[in-house]
């Protein structure tokens, strides 16, 4: 056709204006173009992996956090469970042999529980684990979540086999202990300094529970339970057998636990129920204690304090009286920060331990029935020790604010605790730093928004015990016993 606007009976489209510019569009400009839709692209990218970051951020920290609290606790729980387990093997092997020797004089060691105990000690390993040193030292945020959880677990499995040998060890020796060492002057000796090492103690938990408890009968028990343990003591040391200071020392902190119970009754207090927590502040008394005070009355909470003997020495006697007068309990921290290990390794337990539970009881007026481990450290021979002469439970933590580090500050504080609370725990920070002190009302105001009927309390509150000579408080649910 003419026009050629028709080829073969199909029309020719004819080009538009725009397909014509399009044409026209310089290649560079085209490449132009795509950079920026590149550039476009990697910017919604960038954005979106930064949204998703910020949100994932905090639970990812706060797991970690938590992760690294209780592979720490767990694995400082199966090194001094193993530890304890240890002593005892070597103890009841002892034991055993005197008590064979003894077979036939003594009317209550059957052959029965003989054999029973030979059996049992079978059983002994014969080297202790060769993960010990690694349990604690490898709980590092930087390793896999994943490999922190699968730590925590199989320290705790290995604390919680070591506390079920334990049990079984003294439900199987403690006849054959009776019998063999019930008329021993050596242990009959020890037996009667721990039963008046618990005295003061239980003295001022009397004094202190009055118009405390929700039954007055409670306090009437516990007061025939002290006299009872006085007259023991009273009497010449020939004449009482070693069973007979175990067995009054036993009915004291069955009395005593029921003025604890009672006192919780009467302000409401139920952990088994609440969201509890107790809040503990070491290396006192300072002046940023008395800041601490100002937050905790200004909350209503209550709070711990566990003090260096040589701070009180110096110029915090006056502090540490406010302190117990305010009604917040006051344990101890040594006399100076000394490592338990370091403390027996020195032979130094009475500077460290007993002076300073003197020097508290000077300030505040009430004796040392806690004591709290520097950096928490805890060995075999210590533990004895202040259960010998101070009758006192051993305060640990599975919350550490990490308040003391170089790079600490408000934020790192109030992160850390509030990533590793949770219900039964005992936290850990130090009334010496001032970014402790402007983190804490946001650590109590969030702790509360994010846990119902939350209280914080005290040990004994947490626990519904008064605390046991030697035992570790770790939390409301692992406690390590003597």
């Known amino acids: 056709m003419a026009d050629g606007s028709y080829e073969q009976g199909q029309p020719v489209e004819q080009p538009t204006a725009g397909a014509l510019g399009a044409a026209q569009i310089d290649p560079s400009q085209r490449k132009s173009v795509r950079r920026r839709k590149v550039l476009i692209a990697a910017l919604v990218i960038v954005a979106l992996l930064g949204l998703m970051a910020a949100v994932t951020y905090r639970p990812l920290y706060r797991s970690v956090r938590r992760a690294v609290a209780d592979c720490v606790e767990w694995g400082n729980s199966a090194n001094i469970s193993e530890e304890h387990l240890a002593q005892l093997w070597g103890d009841d092997s002892k034991l055993l042999q005197e008590a064979e020797s003894l077979a036939g004089q003594a009317d209550s060691l059957g052959q029965q529980q003989l054999k029973k105990a030979q059996t049992l000690l ?5 080297n202790t684990s060769p993960a010990q040193q690694e349990r604690v030292a490898n709980c590092q945020p930087q390793r896999p979540l994943w490999s922190l959880r699968r730590q925590a677990q199989t320290s705790k499995d290995t604390t919680l086999e070591a506390i079920q040998q334990i049990q079984e060890l003294s439900k199987t020796f403690s006849p054959i202990e009776g019998a063999v060492l ?25 004094e202190d529970s009055k118009g405390d408890v929700d039954k007055e009968v409670v306090r009437e028990d516990l007061l025939k339970s002290i006299q009872e343990a006085k007259l023991l003591l009273s009497r ?11 067995v009054v020392r036993l009915g004291l902190y069955q009395a005593a636990d029921m003025v604890v119970q009672s006192q919780n009754r009467k302000a409401s207090i139920d952990c088994s129920h609440q969201n509890c927590m107790a809040l503990t502040f070491d290396d006192g008394p300072s ?19 566990f003090s260096i003997g040589q701070q009180i020495d110096t110029n915090g006697k006056d502090i540490l009286t406010e302190i117990g007068q305010r009604g917040f309990p006051v344990g101890s921290h040594t006399w100076s920060h000394a490592d338990f290990t370091s403390i027996t390794a020195q032979q130094s337990q009475r500077k460290e331990f007993v002076e300073t539970a003197t020097a508290i009881r000077s300030a505040t007026g009430r004796p040392v029935n806690l004591v709290r481990p520097p950096h928490g450290a805890v060995n075999e021979e210590s533990r004895t020790n202040l259960s010998d002469q101070l009758g006192a439970g051993i305060a640990l933590y599975n919350v550490d604010s990490y308040d003391w580090s170089a790079q600490a500050s408000t934020l790192s504080v109030q992160e850390k605790v509030l990533s590793q609370a949770r219900p039964g725990a005992i936290i850990l920070m130090h009334d010496a730093y001032q970014h402790t002190v402007d983190a804490l009302p946001q650590i109590i105001d969030q702790l509360r928004d994010s846990n119902d009927n939350l209280r914080f309390v005290t040990i004994p509150q947490l626990t519904g015990e008064y605390p046991r000579a030697g035992d570790i408080y770790y939390s409301r649910t692992n406690i390590l016993r003597m």
């Not at 037996?191 to 001022?204: F, K, Q, V």
């Not at 010449?236 to 069973?243: A, S, Y």
């Open 287 to 305: 002046p940023v204690s008395l800041d601490i005070l100002s937050v905790l009355q200004e909350k209503h909470a209550i709070a711990s304090f």
């Open 182 to 206: 019930d008329r021993n002057p050596q242990a009959t000796a020890v037996s009667r300094g721990r039963l008046d090492a618990l005295l003061p103690g239980m003295d001022a938990l009397f």
């Open 122 to 126: 079978k059983r002994q390993p014969q």
């Open 236 to 246: 010449e040391p020939t004449q009482v057998l070693r069973h007979e200071f175990e």
